[in-house]
């Protein structure tokens, strides 16, 4: 399982983007918080089986995780997006909340501040 | 003469940037790209779903280039394109953000309407690259438009009949694209077929500089007036020639083979250099079939409109003189629908 980086990001967002430092962290900083909103919405729609929202909270992440070069993750989001379209299963459950622990290192040294697991 | 003053507290040295509107219900995508897009020189207007694209749109109406996400609330991406396309009065250059595996939205959206397309993540280089292209399409259409406002200048400049360039398009546009289907050896594509009835408009641009008295005299030019009246293909081809120095287009390249040879004869018999046969470049032959029926099946000051079967007569009598014969071959496979354009379009006078 790869292992999300804030290193990973700032380097991709830097090369890929042409981003001055000043500039990469505030777009750290938005996509911090557009992600953790994401990630919110995505658990809360998993965790009530809600295949529709499920979906659509998984293709905003998907988006969102490959603008930060965050590819393999992107791909973990985009299958929940196309799988969870027949019904959410408990693997699905597992999956998001792997995703935020994952990403959660990201969002919080993005947004400098601790979040709480779910 | 006229004198342009112009417009008090306009500085005519500041050009405005390019505007493009950004739809994405994504801050942070929409952060991204709005970065590179002011980095590169355009100004960047920003909407969060289809519905505030639209609102944007109309009181911004210079607005000619969009970059939108599908997936949307309120309107998403497919619901903007067909809105626009279902009323737009100007051409709109419309680009959908998608990720690379789905396939079926970029078909959905191009066959809504929209010009390309954009994987995330949208990366500075291509996202500028992308844009330009779009620019530049649009600025194309603009130059179709300025072409066809010269052409309409020296159309009311010379009086010709109502509607006489609309019907040269479609016959040109006819032969050319039958040439290119039937003659190979012309080594006329489709592409060009097109080009040459887009600018045929522009065949007779050089007559703005005939003198009136020539111009609109209702008999018989004498041999100076004619002399003088011919010189409108080189004033036409020189004037587009240094168009296309500037510019270096190609549909500007076929309009001034149009315009300077259109009155070159098969046998080498014609002007303003006397070329011959294949030597006259094919748009100029096409445009010459075209502007003689013209001339005959409509009326001028001179002389009554003939019947389509006494044009049709005459221009078999030129086959291999004034006329290239594949050229006539070429419309007299399509004679019928020759008929109901000269029907179709018929001048108002």
């Known amino acids: ?118 | 003469m006229m004198h342009f003053t112009p417009q008090q507290g306009r500085d005519l040295k500041k050009i405005a940037p390019l505007q493009v509107l950004l739809v994405d219900d994504d801050a942070a995508q929409r952060m991204l790209l709005t970065m590179t897009l002011e980095r590169a020189g355009y100004e960047v207007l920003e909407a969060e779903n289809g519905q505030e694209a639209l609102d944007v749109c109309k009181s911004n109406p210079d607005i000619r280039l969009i970059i939108t996400d599908l997936s949307m609330p309120v309107m998403d991406g497919f619901e903007l394109i067909k809105a626009i396309r279902a009323d737009q009065v100007r051409y709109m250059y419309l680009i959908v953000l998608t990720s690379t595996e789905d396939k079926q939205s970029v078909i959905r959206a191009l066959s809504l309407g929209a010009d390309d397309f954009l994987c995330k993540p949208a990366l500075p280089e291509e996202l500028k690259l992308r844009t330009m292209s779009g620019f530049r399409m649009l600025q194309m259409e603009s130059t179709e438009e300025l072409v066809f406002s010269m052409a309409k200048l020296s159309e009311y400049r010379s009086e010709e009949t109502g509607c006489h360039l609309e019907r040269v398009q479609h016959y040109t546009r006819l032969l050319a694209v039958d040439l290119s289907e039937t003659c190979p050896e012309l080594h006329l594509s489709s592409a060009q077929a097109d080009e040459i009835s887009r600018v045929s408009p522009l065949h007779d641009i050089g007559k703005v500089a005939i003198s009136d008295a020539i111009l609109h005299k209702p008999g018989r030019l004498t041999r100076e007036e004619f002399e003088e009246m011919k010189k409108h293909t080189l004033i036409g081809g020189e004037l587009l020639h240094d168009i296309y120095e500037k510019t270096r287009s190609h549909s500007i390249q076929i309009a001034f083979e149009i315009a300077k040879f259109h009155h070159e004869h098969f046998n080498g018999n014609g002007y303003p250099e006397g070329l011959k046969g294949d030597d006259i470049p094919i748009a100029a032959r096409i445009m010459s079939l075209a502007d003689i029926y013209d001339a005959l099946t409509n009326k001028r000051s001179y002389k009554k409109a003939m019947s389509h079967d006494e044009a049709k007569e005459i221009i078999l009598v030129e086959r291999g003189k004034q006329l290239d014969p594949r050229v006539i071959d070429s419309f007299l496979r399509q004679e019928e629908v020759w008929q109901t354009i000269a029907d179709q379009f018929i001048a108002v006078s």
């Open chain 1, 1 to 118: 399982m790869k292992i999300a980086s804030l290193n990973t990001v700032h380097d991709f967002l830097t090369k890929s983007y042409g981003l001055t430092r000043e500039e990469t962290e505030k777009v750290l900083e938005t996509y911090g918080c557009v992600v953790t909103e994401t990630l919110t919405n995505l658990h809360k729609a998993v965790i009530a089986y809600d295949n529709e929202d499920t979906s659509r909270y998984a293709h905003s992440l998907k988006g969102a995780l490959l603008n930060l070069g965050l590819d393999f993750h992107a791909s973990e989001a985009s299958f929940l997006e196309k799988d969870t379209q027949n019904g959410v299963k408990e693997n699905h459950i597992q999956l998001v909340e792997q995703l935020i622990a994952t990403l959660h290192n990201i969002i919080d040294a993005s947004l400098g501040q601790e979040l709480g697991k779910p």
